[in-house]
């Protein structure tokens, strides 16, 4: 069984900074890419960042320059580090995690239950 869990979620003023985090646990044998989602209301959930298990990233284009992603392979963990936010940004932020639970089985997508980020004065 495996979970996903994000947390660093909160309210932060325009121009602040927030750092979530997601920690994926369980019967992991690899995970590949790991990836952070956001969803506000009444929109389509979108990409927000990605990082391959390599550590290659990209970015949305209205996050670029202002997040960073990154993990902690030894530690199954992602993160994102979001500098100069914007009221837009709020959202309920999803870490998504393709992984295996054994070296041969099939790539495997799971989700985390969100973290509510809120960006307001």
């Known amino acids: 069984q495996v979970h996903v869990v994000e947390s660093g979620g909160g309210l932060v003023q325009p121009g602040g900074s927030l750092r979530l985090s997601c920690a994926a646990s369980?019967?992991?044998?690899?995970?590949?890419?790991m990836r952070w989602y956001r969803q506000a209301p009444g929109k389509q959930r979108e990409l927000v960042a990605a990082?391959?298990?390599?550590?290659?990233?990209n970015y949305a284009d209205s996050v670029k320059g202002r997040f960073t992603i990154s993990r902690d392979n030894a530690k199954n963990m992602v993160y994102l580090q979001m500098n100069s936010l914007k009221p837009e940004d709020a959202a309920v932020y999803y870490c998504?995690?393709?992984?295996?639970?054994?070296?041969?089985?099939?790539?495997?997508?799971?989700w985390g239950q969100g973290t509510q980020v809120t960006v307001s004065s």
């Open positions: 998504n995690t393709v992984l295996r639970i054994s070296r041969n089985g099939p790539d495997q997508r799971y």
């Open positions: 369980g019967s992991i044998f690899s995970i590949n890419t």
């Open positions: 990082i391959s298990s390599g550590g290659s990233t």
